[in-house]
T-cell receptor, first 114, second 115 residues
Framework: GAGVSQSPSNKVTEKGKDVELRCDPISGHTALYWYRQSLGQGLEFLIY????????KSGLPSDRFSAERTGGSVSTLTIQRTQQEDSAVYLC????????????FGPGTRLTVT | QQQVKQSPQSLIVQKGGISIINCAYE??????FPWYQQFPGKGPALLIA?????SEKKEGRFTISFNKSAKQFSLHIMDSQPGDSATYFCAASSGLTGGGNKLTFGTGTQLKVEL
């Protein structure tokens, strides 16, 4: 079937604006993860969902970042009052469940804050 | 801080040669060690993974060697091809023992395979 999809593929926004990034996991995958990839920090974990709940939000860098998942499928990562240091590629991954360790990544959303 | 240290940062190999990338970890709770391959503009793709109850896993030209006592693992790419030119990331998680599936990544190795 289809892989993980993310939208938009690219987003340019002005400092101070809010942005929403969307992830559509592989059908049937109940676990969903958000990561951020930046030149300075490499690939870092942000948050993961099992179903609609988020047992681990430890990687969210500040309270400007939030995420939700509805219907056990699509997830949205929201960044409020964007800053230039938020510029990065935001990656989403999914797995069959928490007992399944293999994670499959989407193509990412490249966010540029000007 | 849970860390995974990866080396080298970049690697140039001749076509047909062996590419070797090394990783070391600190957290003994890690129980799952995947390698991801990433091409420019794409998301990381799961390449091969190993669990600490085995010392080696081979899939085609790709082999992971695992040394539990040294807390090190490595990726070997045999008969390297220009199409293998990409960035490779090692990672670790403690998902198998209920410690959470979040992946901790190494810093990446840019591999270039020359003709």
């Amino acid at each position: 079937g289809a892989g993980v999809s993310q939208s938009p593929s690219n987003k340019v926004t002005e400092k101070g604006k809010d942005v929403e990034l969307r992830c559509d996991p592989i059908s049937g995958h109940t676990a969903l993860y958000w990561y951020r990839q930046s030149l300075g920090q490499g690939l870092e974990f942000l948050i993961y969902f099992q179903g609609n709940s988020a047992p681990d939000k430890s990687g969210l860098p500040s309270d400007r970042f939030s995420a939700e998942r509805t219907g056990g499928s699509v997830s949205t990562l929201t960044i409020q009052r964007t800053q230039q240091e938020d510029s990065a590629v935001y990656l989403c991954a999914s797995s069959l469940g928490l007992s399944a360790v293999e994670q499959y990544f989407g193509p990412g959303t490249r966010l540029t804050v000007t | 801080q849970q860390q995974v240290k990866q080396s080298p940062q970049s690697l140039i190999v001749q076509k047909g040669g062996i590419s070797i990338i090394n990783c070391a970890y600190e957290n003994t709770a890690f129980d799952y060690f995947p390698w991801y391959q990433q091409f420019p503009g794409k998301g990381p793709a799961l390449l091969i993974a190993i669990r600490p109850d085995v010392s080696e896993k081979k899939e085609g030209r790709f082999t992971i060697s695992f040394n539990k006592s040294a807390k090190q693992f490595s990726l070997h790419i045999m008969d390297s091809q220009p199409g293998d030119s990409a960035t490779y990331f090692c990672a670790a998680s403690s998902g198998l023992t209920g410690g959470g599936n979040k992946l901790t990544f190494g810093t990446g190795t840019q591999l270039k395979v020359e003709l």
